[in-house]
T-cell receptor
Framework: AQKITQTQPGMFVQEKEAVTLDCTYD???????LFWYKQPSSGEMIFLIY??????QNATEGRYSLNFQKARKSANLVISASQLGDSAMYFC?????????????FGSGTQLTVLP | ETGVTQTPRHLVMGMTNKKSLKCEQH?????MYWYKQSAKKPLELMFV???????ENNSVPSRFSPECPNSSHLFLHLHTLQPEDSALYLC???????????????FGSGTRLTVV
């Protein structure tokens, strides 16, 4: 079964607008962490933001915020004030403490294109 | 330049060749990983090394052979590969601690492998 689901293969956003990238996950482990990574065309995976399952507040890192809805098992990434340099693949990932995904497990990704 | 360096960046090899991919990290991390990224598929975890010991092998064919001589270096030895093995191979490292859920993975830029 898919642990991480990203239903948007591609997204477009106008420069300076906000965009939400969807991510849902599947776990029965009460302890887990959710991650978002950015992968530009150069190939490197760049860590953006982290949310722990016990964290009460939504994580924020600069223009990135994570909309964590635990009951819905969703962890959407919100990018505010999009920039041309934000064009890249974005991956949602999860790590469980005791489940089968004790190592970082990735979704299939969303290709974001920022339009000038 | 990230803290994880992979060489070569690009590799073209015939099905009868033997080659090796190299990964080096200078972050003082105690765990290293090999991931495979094929087109239109999620990243697949191949191998995990923790303190130089292999802790996971996710049913990877024997034509892929990892080696971790020390906690800073990781190799992936390749022999008699198939065209479907063409992919981006990503190395990552992390500082695994049992008492923390979060430990970020730092990725290299990957080796783009083409098997002809």
């Amino acid at each position: 079964a898919q642990k991480i689901t990203q239903t948007q293969p591609g997204m477009f956003v106008q420069e300076k607008e906000a965009v939400t990238l969807d991510c849902t996950y599947d776990t029965s482990d009460p302890s887990y962490g959710l991650f978002w990574y950015k992968q530009p065309s150069s190939g490197e995976m760049i860590f953006l933001i982290y949310q722990g399952s016990y964290d009460q507040q939504n994580a924020t890192e600069g223009r990135y915020s994570l909309n964590f809805q635990k009951a819905r098992k969703s962890a959407n990434l919100v990018i505010s004030a999009s920039q041309l340099g934000d064009s890249a693949m974005y991956f949602c990932a999860m790590r469980e403490v005791s489940g089968s995904a004790r190592q970082l497990t990735f979704g299939s990704g969303t290709q974001l294109t920022v339009l000038p | 330049e990230t803290g994880v360096t992979q060489t070569p960046r690009h590799l073209v090899m015939g099905m009868t060749n033997k080659k090796s991919l190299k990964c080096e990290q200078h972050l003082g991390h105690n765990a290293m990983y090999w991931y495979k990224q094929s087109a239109k598929k999620p990243l697949e975890l191949m191998f995990v090394y923790n303190f130089k010991e292999q802790t996971e092998n996710n049913s990877v064919p024997s034509r892929f052979s990892p080696e971790c001589p020390n906690s800073s270096h990781l190799f992936l030895h390749l022999h008699t590969l198939q065209p479907e093995d063409s992919a981006l191979y990503l190395c990552a490292s992390s500082q695994q601690t049992s008492d923390r859920l979060f430990y970020g993975y730092t990725f290299g830029s990957g080796t783009r492998l083409t098997v002809v």
